[in-house]
T-cell receptor, first 113, second 117 residues
């Protein structure tokens, strides 16, 4: 079974621009979550989608948004980029059953200059 | 609110020695607990999970962890370290009572494991 696929692997953007990251979950997984990883703040939960609905949201500004499509693929968007948005963005999918673990992709490394 | 504390941001052990990475959690109810490993420029890989079956959980690559409710701990161990174990390790907790499973994880700050040849 193919794992979680995130594209692109690397992105360089300028302050003020916007960016869209993509995530394809493991086949059969209906839940997709997004995490931001930085050296200073560690791993922080952004949001989680299940059947095209956002079920959980972390403590991030409204510039961070996401969506999920009917095939469970997900995208996240960051508008008006700031230098502090530079991070590794990780997508994870799961079966969304009690005790089922998250399976992570290799992430998208975003650099904002 | 749940939280996870990983004692020791950096741990160094000699090849062949015991690996012990510490994790303490805070949760008002028995949680789901996980250990993940991250290699450079990669995502997180699940090592093992505790979901209320056996308190001693065996994972991949020879790792295991023991859930101790009285100590609110879930320490990760491996009897004999290998050079390939060098990586960053994260402990994570999830709310067992969530209606939506355990998709929202709270992670510790991580422990970077260095193996000395």
């Amino acid at each position: 079974k193919a794992g979680v696929t995130q594209t692109p692997r690397y992105l360089i953007k300028t302050r003020g621009q916007q960016v869209t990251l993509s995530c394809s979950p493991i086949s059969g997984h209906r839940s997709v979550s997004w995490y931001q990883q930085t050296p200073g703040q560690g791993l922080q939960f952004l949001f989680e989608y299940f059947s095209e609905t956002q079920r959980n949201k972390g403590n991030f500004p409204g510039r961070f948004s996401g969506r999920q499509f009917s095939n469970s693929r997900s995208e996240m968007n960051v508008s008006t980029l700031e230098l502090g948005d530079s991070a590794l963005y990780l997508c994870a999918s799961s079966l969304a059953q009690g005790g089922s673990p998250l399976h992570f992709g290799n992430g998208t490394r975003l650099t904002v200059t | 609110a749940q939280s996870v504390t990983q004692l020791g941001s950096h741990v160094s052990v000699s090849e062949g020695a015991l690996v012990l990475l510490r994790c303490n959690y805070s949760s008002s109810v028995p949680p789901y607990l996980f250990w993940y490993v991250q290699y450079p420029n990669q995502g997180l890989q699940l090592l093992l999970k505790y979901t209320s079956a056996a308190t001693l959980v065996k994972g991949i690559n020879g790792f295991e962890a023991e859930f101790k409710k009285s100590e609110t701990s879930f320490h990760l161990t491996k009897p004999s370290a290998h050079m390939s174990d060098a990586a960053e390790y994260f402990c994570a907790v999830s709310d067992r009572l969530s209606n939506f499973g355990n998709e929202k994880l709270t992670f510790g700050t991580g422990t970077r494991l260095t193996i000395i040849p």
